[in-house]
């Protein structure tokens, strides 16, 4: 059997990279195999590539959403050296620094990407892709009907989302959708990254924040501000929170948004993963008051 380092030499091999001496895996990723690559008389390269299935167009949409976050929102990513159905070559880079000084450094970059990238619709021009399952981006000029039917109602017909949540926890959830309006503010669309947890902030080779995995769409800003904020962010990530909320004006009730926001990732993470790393618990607590009416 081809182990996960030779299937990567394999696939760039067929994309035509012909220089590469040795792979060596990379960890951090859940969803795909990925290594880095060293080259003769070039710099070694980040791969990713799906061992189990086609990729049909995640990489090319992957890809698409680097530019989007470089070119639109001035955020920095990794450079995109080849992308088709098969894999993704990117420029190598490094991990972020353990500093609240580059926190604080990311917080201004995520405050400039949102509130330079106002868009008067919520979706993009395509689907794409979070992990392994479509993320659906159908135009609306309803924030709170497109977040409903597209980021939280769409999983329900998963199977392991299925198996995970019961009669309850799925009215419960409807419910939740339909007081949408009552329960988050009403707030423009923007640029977001769609996959913003800590692993997806690394830096470039001069220090700087740098985004990786995208999963872009013009919503709500605090899509991402969830996803850091439940993700287990370290202890001197502190000061990101502080300054982003200043930058953009938040108000002081965000934190109590989070659990809501943030049900859109945990459903994504039960329909794909069979450790959901407590993604159902935290569904369902979020759910709880929501399972009888009121």
């Known amino acids: 059997m081809t182990g996960p380092t030779t299937f990567l030499q394999e696939c760039l091999l067929r994309a035509g990279m012909r220089d590469v001496v040795t792979v060596e895996p990379a960890t951090g990723g859940l969803a795909s195999l990925a290594g880095i690559a060293t080259r003769h008389d070039a710099p070694p390269v980040f791969v990713k590539a799906f061992a189990d299935a086609p990729a049909d167009d995640v990489f090319l949409a992957e890809a698409e959403g680097l530019a989007a976050l470089r070119k639109l929102g001035g955020v920095a990513t990794p450079e995109v050296i080849l992308a088709d159905r098969e894999l993704i070559v990117l420029s190598v880079l490094r991990p972020r620094p353990r500093s609240e000084a580059f926190w604080e450094r990311f917080a201004h970059?995520?405050?400039?990407?949102?509130?330079?990238?106002?868009?008067?619709?919520?979706?993009?021009?395509?689907?794409?892709?979070?992990?392994?399952?479509?993320?659906?981006?159908?135009?609306?000029?309803?924030?709170?009907?497109?977040?409903?039917?597209?980021?939280?109602?769409?999983?329900?017909?998963?199977?392991?989302?299925?198996?995970?949540?019961?009669?309850?926890?799925?009215?419960?959830?409807?419910?939740?959708?339909?007081?949408?309006?009552?329960?988050?503010?009403?707030?423009?669309?923007?640029?977001?990254?769609?996959?913003?947890?800590?692993?997806?902030?690394?830096?470039?080779?001069?220090?700087?924040?740098?985004?990786?995995?995208?999963?872009?769409?013009?919503?709500?800003?605090?899509?991402?501000?969830?996803?850091?904020?439940?993700?287990?962010?370290?202890?001197e990530a502190q000061r990101f929170f502080e300054v982003y909320a200043e930058?953009?004006?938040?108000?002081?009730?965000?934190?109590?948004?989070?659990?809501?926001?943030?049900?859109?990732?945990?459903?994504?993470?039960?329909?794909?993963?069979?450790?959901?790393?407590?993604?159902?618990?935290?569904?369902?607590?979020?759910?709880?008051p929501f399972r009888t009416r009121t």
């Open 109 to 235: 970059a995520l405050a400039r990407l949102h509130t330079s990238t106002t868009h008067p619709r919520f979706g993009w021009h395509r689907d794409n892709w979070l992990g392994r399952r479509r993320q659906v981006n159908t135009w609306d000029d309803d924030g709170f009907a497109f977040f409903a039917r597209h980021r939280l109602l769409r999983w329900l017909g998963e199977p392991r989302v299925e198996a995970a949540l019961d009669a309850g926890d799925r009215a419960a959830l409807e419910r939740l959708c339909d007081r949408l309006p009552d329960l988050l503010p009403d707030r423009p669309a923007c640029l977001t990254h769609g996959d913003l947890w800590a692993q997806n902030v690394l830096a470039t080779p001069d220090g700087q924040p740098a985004l990786i995995d995208p999963a872009v769409s013009y919503t709500w800003a605090e899509v991402d501000l969830a996803h850091v904020w439940s993700t287990s962010p370290p202890s």
């Open 247 to 288: 930058l953009t004006c938040l108000d002081r009730d965000w934190r109590a948004r989070m659990p809501i926001i943030q049900l859109r990732q945990h459903l994504a993470v039960l329909a794909q993963f069979d450790d959901d790393w407590g993604a159902g618990d935290q569904v369902r607590a979020t759910l709880a």
